[in-house]
């Protein structure tokens, strides 16, 4: 968003930066690391991408209106747990998928429970449920795995468009990310999230129904990770209780890396997507390099941490610029204005 | 997230005189010692181990390790931050501390001590330099940490494994040596609660964190140096975190890069069970301390009491939601009573 309130205002846009570094990293990998460019690797970056490109979705909606969920690797988790227990149990592929969806969107409505009604920071209940439904997780499931779901589902999950790299399900992903980018970007619901995030007393006092408006977002947030639960367990044919562990890390920093402020009120769908390329093509790359996933996650904490400290470094760095020109020539007109 | 949310009146730190709000908190914490009761006499009766001198023991050396964490946490928790790092930190102090020993025998207990401690105020240091400096929601630098903190440690520890032949006797007997009866990792425990407890108490520093906490802006109005106690605050979460790894690492003699993995969840609990309110500036370190005998105790329960062990991430996760339900109920009670009571002068 090029508006004048920019953090980084017109130095050069977040979005921008993100996109042209995204594209940096994937030449420079395409060229240094071994495998990088290939169209299977390119298959399986893609593949990788899409549970945190998923899920950034809604959570960008929820960071946006100043709110946050941690909970929803967790909900993951226990959607694709409960996914393998019911098949165990000999439900119909047909009858658990949409349960499953169900079961997310319920999850996220204890969330956004206590978190509008009864006005409980979502920081401190997201983590709570984070726990609960990872524990939760585990109770119906242990730590065992089911792993005999129907082949006709899984190779969809992990196949590809006729023999090219572009996998089946990238198609539903772009409509979806464009149909939320649409409600973001054109709808009255989208400049209500982002009133919300900007003053929410504002928001409320121009009737803007903030409590009801958060609540639904919580509700999507969770039937879209339960969604992301069902893609999980196929594309890798177990149903697990940790699968998508510590995954909410990966969401938030990506989220982050696109621009969206932490302090609510500011981001783009198309930045968010870019970052969630960005740090999916970086993960990647690195992991083709025999970087192990313990130090991906320095990568990840460091690109999260990066990504909030450097709006914030670039813009105090301006003010004292402007401040020291204003110093030097007294009453001449700012050369930025 | 919630920066602009008006505080909760400040509970404890107001209420020498006002005995109804000194009530409400102490109702609070005698509430967790109801719990515990319950719990302990119930478990007792199912199972007569539970309460054998090895089982208490246990206990006792699992809340000590806890408590440490917590009463850190706390200091974090009521400047109206968050220390999410910890469970990283500790591993790291501990993988540090655990080959500094294997590699030095002869050194004495107290460098390992002073080692883990030195390593997590570096860590600990950084978050606060971070949250200071950056501008930018603990939540959002502790949640990076943790991950790269964590990471350091693979990276450093590379799968290796420090067990317990390889350590010096001295250090793994200061894990389980006691005196007069009472674990050496129980009587430091005790210490750091009853310092911390007294500093947040009687001295300035500690109530200026409750002031921070209550109202970061009138804090700096009143001319409390809020971005260096913040810092200060992140620094004693860290050192502590850090002291933890040490008591973990001579506890269980086993040290590998995961050591304390998803500690942060049980800390934030018992911190937040134990009545440190997450909106800042209300609870007592005395409250994190049960909040961690609470915990530990459940876990052991739950042993005992042959339910599957998976029930105890549920139930720390449930005691969250419970804990924060339960002091925004409280802070919305004591707010109607402090109104009355205004419209009446």
């Known amino acids: ?337 | 997230m919630n920066a602009t949310k008006v505080a909760a009146p400040p509970r404890e730190s107001s209420s020498d005189r006002s005995s109804w709000t000194a009530n409400v908190f102490k109702a609070r914490e005698s509430g967790i010692v109801l719990a515990l009761i319950v719990l302990v006499a119930f478990t007792a009766t199912q199972n007569s181990r539970f309460l054998s001198g090895q089982s208490i023991r246990d206990i006792l050396l699992g809340t000590a390790i806890l408590a440490v964490l917590a009463v850190g946490q706390a200091v974090v928790i009521i400047t109206r931050n968050i220390d999410l790092s910890v469970g990283s930190v500790l591993g790291l102090s501990a993988f540090a501390v655990g080959s500094l020993m294997r590699d030095n025998p002869g050194l004495p207990v107290i460098v390992a001590v002073l080692a883990g401690i030195a390593v997590g105020a570096v860590c600990g240091l950084l978050n606060g330099v971070l949250v200071r400096f950056g501008q930018v929601p603990a939540l959002v630098v502790t949640l990076g940490t943790l991950y790269a903190f964590r990471g350091v440690s693979f990276f450093w520890a590379g799968g290796q494994q420090i067990n317990a032949d390889k350590l010096p006797a001295s250090f793994l007997d200061f894990g389980t040596a006691s005196i007069l009866g009472i674990p050496w990792l129980v009587l430091i425990a005790v210490v750091v609660l009853v310092i911390a407890g007294i500093v947040l108490r009687s001295y300035r520093a500690g109530r200026e964190l409750y002031a921070m906490g209550s109202s970061p802006q009138a804090a700096k109005l009143a001319g409390i140096k809020v971005g260096r106690n913040t810092s200060a605050a992140f620094l004693v979460s860290g050192a502590l975190a850090g002291l933890a790894g040490v008591l973990f690492a001579a506890r269980f003699g086993t040290v590998d890069a995961a050591a304390g993995t998803g500690y942060e969840l049980n800390v934030v609990a018992a911190a937040v069970v134990g009545g440190v309110a997450v909106f800042g500036g209300s609870g007592s370190v005395w409250g994190a301390g049960l909040g961690a005998l609470l915990l530990t105790v459940i876990g052991s329960a739950l042993a005992v009491l042959d339910i599957n062990q998976f029930w105890q991430q549920a139930i720390v996760g449930a005691l969250i939601l419970l804990a924060i339900g339960a002091d925004r109920l409280v802070a919305v009670r004591v707010a109607k009573a402090l109104k009355k009571r205004d419209s009446h002068v």
Request: glycine residues 12%; hydrophobic residues 55%.
């Open chain 1, 1 to 337: 968003m090029s508006e004048p309130g920019n953090r980084l205002g017109r130095l050069f846009s977040w979005d921008a930066a993100v996109v042209l570094v995204t594209v940096v990293v994937v030449l420079v990998a395409s060229g240094a690391v071994e495998n990088f460019g290939t169209s299977r690797n390119f298959t399986f970056l893609l593949l990788d991408l899409l549970p945190i490109a998923l899920i950034a979705l809604p959570m960008t909606f929820i960071i946006v209106t100043g709110e946050i969920d941690l909970s929803v690797a967790s909900t993951l988790g226990l959607t694709s747990a409960v996914m393998g227990s019911l098949w165990d149990a000999g439900l119909s592929i047909e009858m658990i998928i949409p349960l499953c969806v169900v079961l997310g969107a319920i999850l996220g409505a204890v969330n956004g429970f206590f978190v509008t009604v009864l006005k409980l920071p979502a920081l401190a209940v997201t983590i709570g449920t984070l726990a609960l439904y990872r524990g939760l997780a585990f109770v119906v499931l242990g730590d065992g795995a089911v792993a005999d779901f129907p082949r006709d589902y899984t190779s969809w999950v992990t196949g590809t468009i006729g023999d090219g790299p572009i996998p089946n399900v990238l198609i539903p992903l772009i409509v979806v990310a464009a149909l939320f980018g649409l409600v973001l970007h054109a709808t009255p619901i989208g400049r209500s999230v982002f009133a919300a995030g900007a003053g929410e007393q504002a928001a409320r006092f121009a009737g803007i129904r903030t409590g009801r408006l958060k609540f639904w977002l919580y509700v999507v947030s969770g039937a879209v990770a339960g969604v992301a639960g069902v893609l999980w367990t196929l594309r890798y044919s177990s149903a697990r209780a940790d699968n998508g562990f510590g995954l909410e890390l990966a969401v938030v920093a990506a989220v982050l890396l696109g621009g969206v402020s932490i302090f609510g009120g500011k981001g783009t769908l198309p930045g968010v997507l870019a970052g969630v390329v960005l740090l999916a093509s970086l993960q990647n790359a690195l992991r083709l390099q025999d970087v192990s996933n313990e130090a991906l996650n320095i990568v990840t904490g460091v690109l999260l941490i990066v990504s909030v400290l450097l709006p914030n470094i670039v813009s105090s760095a301006r003010t004292a610029l402007r401040r020291r020109n204003r110093a030097t020539a007294p009453g001449a007109v700012s050369p930025e204005r």
